[in-house]
């Protein structure tokens, strides 16, 4: 089975701009959540979609936004990129079946760079 | 204001010890705590949630919420046990969740 893919895994913006990560979740699972991981502020969580409903929010501020798709594929896009939003931002996916048996797969990441 | 607590940055034990990753949260609803692991070079891994009341790869952890906490545990630590450690805290406001990382435990176990 596949795992958990994220494109591009490098990217590089410069401010001001508008960045759009994809994630592919594993076949199957219907929940997908996005995260943000920075040296100085760790990890973050920025929000959950299952089924193509955004389930649980962060608090990001509203520059931040995602997305899912029937297939389950999401996306997450940034407007107005600052130079804090440079990170590596995560997602994962599960089957989002509740009773929390499900395992949480994660992606490698995509390593955003605002200059 | 909803927080989780990892006091310890770094923690170091010797092959064979016992090994505690403390986590304290502080949240007025009823908590719904979790262990994530990153062992270098590779993904993050959602370790074990208190919901499930499971071990894996030894560890255990126990909510304790009289004195807020959800240390992890480990009788016996291995060398492969060494990673970073986040305790997370979902916290409720309205109809949705956000997830709150304490800010790692980084444990290194010694042979």
Known sequence: KAGVTQTP??????????????CSPISGHRSVSWYQQTPG???QFLFEYFSE???????????????????????????TLELGDSALYLC??????????DTQYFGPGTRLTVL | AQRVTQP?????????APVELKCNY?????????????????RLQLLLRHISRESIKGFTADLNKGETSFHLKKPFAQEEDSAMYYCALRAYGGSQGNL???????LSVKP
């Open chain 1, 92 to 101: 994962a996916s599960t089957t989002g079946s509740a009773g929390g048996k």
């Open chain 1, 53 to 79: 409903t955004q389930r649980n929010k962060g608090n990001f501020p509203g520059r931040f936004s995602g997305r899912q798709f029937s297939n389950s594929r999401s996306e997450m896009n940034v407007s």
């Open chain 2, 100 to 106: 709150i990382f304490g800010k790692g435990t980084k």
């Open chain 1, 41 to 43: 502020q760790g990890l």
């Open chain 1, 9 to 22: 895994r490098y990217l590089i913006k410069t401010r001001g701009q508008q960045v759009t990560l994809s």
């Open chain 2, 26 to 42: 502080s949240y007025s609803g009823s908590p719904e705590l979790f262990w994530y692991v990153q062992y270098s070079r590779q």
């Open chain 2, 8 to 16: 310890e940055k770094l923690l170091s034990v010797f092959k064979g």
